[in-house]
């Protein structure tokens, strides 16, 4: 149901935002995030088994609070980002953008015309409350709130470029793709990894565009705000429950004195540093 982007209001007004993921695809998850009280919920479409109708449900779901929940979709296809941005999600999260060409046409893709090529159907969509918001389509637009990933090595000789797209809100760099990009995959603490991301914090920065991330390798979601991020989303439902259900298993080890079993060491990754 349409509200005022309560996320895009902190991030212009400088007020930096906490928010986590979910993967699940389950409602009760958003349900509980958003009761929880993060400032935004991004629903992982990318990885997962995320999909349209779950994200439905989810936005459903966690409507009874004030997080935004914004969508990282699996492409920057138009047709999907069409779909939801009428099934009424705030804001899309869209990986692994590597050109100005790419950010620009996403930008198209969620604006109506003149501004851009959104098919309407407005009246009879969840992102107007069904037609019982009448001036959705005049305010639409400027609502929404638009995340580009640079998260390769490609699109950080970009950087500059991409955030200087109009209508691109948040550059949102991803360590673990990039480190991947140039061949160190997860070791994101690595000095190669980290000048990259300078370089990309630097350009992003010349143009004035807020920035966002997840915590790395020697990097907490507390460094990341003192380095002035504009938001930082960390933890997921799936990894607090890998970690709750490792906790349980070493107590269930250790009380039956079994022969000590190792548990396989997690990759690492976006959502377990
Ligand atoms: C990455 O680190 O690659 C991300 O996409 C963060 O979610
Ligand atoms: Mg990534």
Redesign the pocket.
């Known amino acids: 149901m349409f509200r005022p982007n309560r996320l895009k209001e902190r991030i212009l007004s400088g007020q930096q935002s906490f928010g986590t993921w979910l993967q699940s695809n389950y409602p009760a998850f958003a349900e509980m995030a958003a009761a929880a009280g993060f400032d935004f919920i991004i629903l992982d479409q990318e990885h997962g088994p995320g999909d349209e109708r779950g994200a439905i449900d989810m936005m459903r779901a966690a409507s009874g609070a004030p997080a935004t929940v914004l969508v990282r979709v699996p492409s920057s296809h138009p047709t999907y980002l069409k779909r939801l941005l009428d099934a009424g999600c705030e804001g899309v999260v869209v990986?692994m953008v590597e050109s100005a060409e790419e950010a620009k046409a996403i930008v198209e893709a969620c604006r109506y015309a003149p501004r851009g090529t959104r098919g309407n159907a407005a009246d009879i969509a969840r992102c107007s409350s069904y037609g019982f918001q009448p001036d959705y389509l005049k305010r639409a637009d400027d609502n929404f709130l638009i995340v580009v990933?640079i998260?390769t090595a490609k699109a950080v000789k970009n950087a500059r470029a991409i955030a200087e797209v109009d209508g691109v809100d948040v550059v949102f760099i991803?360590?673990?793709?990039?480190s991947g990009s140039i061949g160190l995959m997860g070791q994101t603490g690595h000095p190669d990894v980290e000048a990259l991301i300078a370089e990309a914090v630097r350009e992003v920065k010349a143009v004035g565009k807020p920035l966002a991330t997840?915590p790395r390798i020697g990097k907490t979601w507390q460094d990341l705000m003192g380095e002035g991020y504009c938001f930082v989303?960390t933890g997921s439902e799936i990894y607090s429950y890998r970690m709750a259900a490792t906790e349980l298993m070493k107590g269930w080890r250790a009380y039956r004195k079994a022969e000590e079993v190792q548990v396989a060491e997690a990759p690492k990754g976006?959502y377990s540093t």
């Open positions: 990986p990933q998260e991803g360590p673990t793709d990039l997840v989303a976006s």
